[in-house]
């Protein structure tokens, strides 16, 4: 296995520019890379990324969390190679990094998820698909090339559209299964709501629906069975404005698709679609049916549904609270993941995601017993600054704070980084 750079070349990489009074065009404080990250996107984007649920109290109790846990760092041992790869599902892995699922890249930038493919396979970092994405999987997967890629699942209220996304995730090489458990409706999400902007109600983010047979069946079908009700009085700017979002973001030719009852069908459809209510743990065993490959479950943030996830047979774990977007008010991952390592017991792989912003973060969650640590807003940050060059220098920073941290703390492994190195 290659080795990336370590934490020092990556340094001395950014020092020797400076000579040349270039300085890194992705912030490395978690605090500059936010706001350089928003200020480049669009006011709707800005939003969309950065809101949580309600007050955003789970967000704030997600980083209160982080402040809690202190790390104790051991000093004289050596600590000349270090090495950060872990072995995850079968699978050899150069860092215990991957990219969180996110879906309207686009909204960051034009390249979406394209960009943020190259981003991850030039970082060595492995990328989860997102079911929201604004490419479809096969295209993503064709810009991973031989590089490491999972499939996140949302989880459809029509059974033919599961179905084919995991068959397509099989085709693309996926190496596992991520079944969203915790938005089966979207949380009160405030910053969307005062703009009333939903980005798929205007064409975004459904890329992997419009290219999917099974569902545009279903669209076929809405489209035959009429025209449905159509909006009452003369169209608004915002309206138009809407209407051409939604043609553009729909496949094939823009004047054509003005014409066709499709675009707007398939919007539609999406919304009618896109998730299930009455999900519960007993219909995981239907996806078990359906595909050999490892399945793991996010979102989960009780000890209880710990447990009912390690009943239902899962082959993972990912401890998170979707970054503070759906309930207000939650306990915060961190704290979920501390009360959940000893229940799962090695059992199957812990992942984390939700509130890291830097690699101290990822230390912090290694620490307290997660197998591996999920990236999520902070590579957005990257897109919207460099697009696939913002997004390999953010994942590249991780790799080399958390190779700095494990110097400095005087552990050589990834397994060496546990609860005996937090006050």
């Not at 270039?22 to 936010?34: F, Y």
């Not at 992942?351 to 890291?356: A, P």
């Not at 958390?402 to 980084?417: F, N």
Request: include cysteine.
């Amino acid at each position: 296995m290659t080795q990336l750079p370590f934490g020092r070349e990556i340094q001395s990489r950014i020092y020797s520019a400076g000579v040349f009074g270039r300085t890194p065009s992705v912030p490395t404080h978690a605090d500059s890379l936010e706001r350089a990250g928003l200020k480049a996107m669009s006011p709707p984007a800005r939003d969309y990324v950065q809101t949580g649920a309600g007050s955003g109290s789970t967000m704030d109790a997600n980083r209160a969390a982080f402040d809690r846990h202190r790390i104790v760092p051991r000093m004289l041992r050596d600590v000349s190679r270090r090495e950060q790869s872990i072995s995850l599902l079968g699978s050899d892995f150069l860092s215990p990094l991957l990219t969180a699922p996110i879906g309207v890249a686009e909204m960051a930038h034009p390249d979406a998820d394209l960009a943020v493919a190259r981003g991850a396979k030039a970082a060595g970092v492995p990328m989860i698909i997102s079911s929201q994405a604004s490419v479809p999987m096969e295209q993503i997967a064709a810009e991973l090339g031989d590089h490491p890629r999972w499939f996140q699942l949302y989880w459809s209220n029509q059974p033919s559209v599961v179905e084919s996304f995991v068959r397509r995730a099989e085709a693309i090489g996926a190496g596992a299964i991520v079944v969203t458990l915790d938005t089966t409706v979207l949380g009160w999400r405030t910053l969307d709501l005062d703009r009333a902007y939903l980005p798929f109600a205007r064409g975004l983010g459904i890329a992997q629906y419009t290219s999917d047979p099974a569902f545009q069946d279903l669209v076929e079908q809405r489209v035959n069975g009429g025209p449905g009700k159509q909006p009452d009085g003369r169209p608004t700017p915002a309206a138009v404005r809407s209407l051409l979002s939604i043609t553009k973001h729909y496949p094939g030719e823009f004047r054509e698709n003005l014409r066709s009852p499709y675009p707007r069908a398939a919007v539609q459809t999406f919304l009618e679609v896109f998730s299930r209510t009455d999900l519960t743990w007993d219909d995981l065993a239907t996806l078990r049916e359906m595909t050999d490959l490892p399945i793991l479950v996010k979102g989960v943030q009780s000890v209880k549904d710990a447990r009912l996830a390690l009943e239902a047979g899962v082959d993972g774990i990912i401890v998170s609270n979707h970054g503070g977007r759906q309930v207000d008010g939650a306990i915060a991952s961190l704290d979920a993941l501390e009360a959940i390592v000893p229940v799962v017991d090695g059992h199957v792989p812990l992942l984390f995601d939700s509130g890291i912003r830097c690699g101290a973060d990822v230390y912090k969650a290694l620490a307290l017993g997660a197998s591996a640590v999920c990236i999520g807003r902070p590579y957005v940050y990257g897109l919207a600054i460099a697009g696939a060059d913002g997004v390999r220098e953010v994942l590249e920073h991780f790799r080399a704070e958390l190779d700095l941290m494990m110097a400095t703390t005087g552990v050589t492994s990834i397994a060496e980084i546990d609860s005996s190195m937090l006050a």
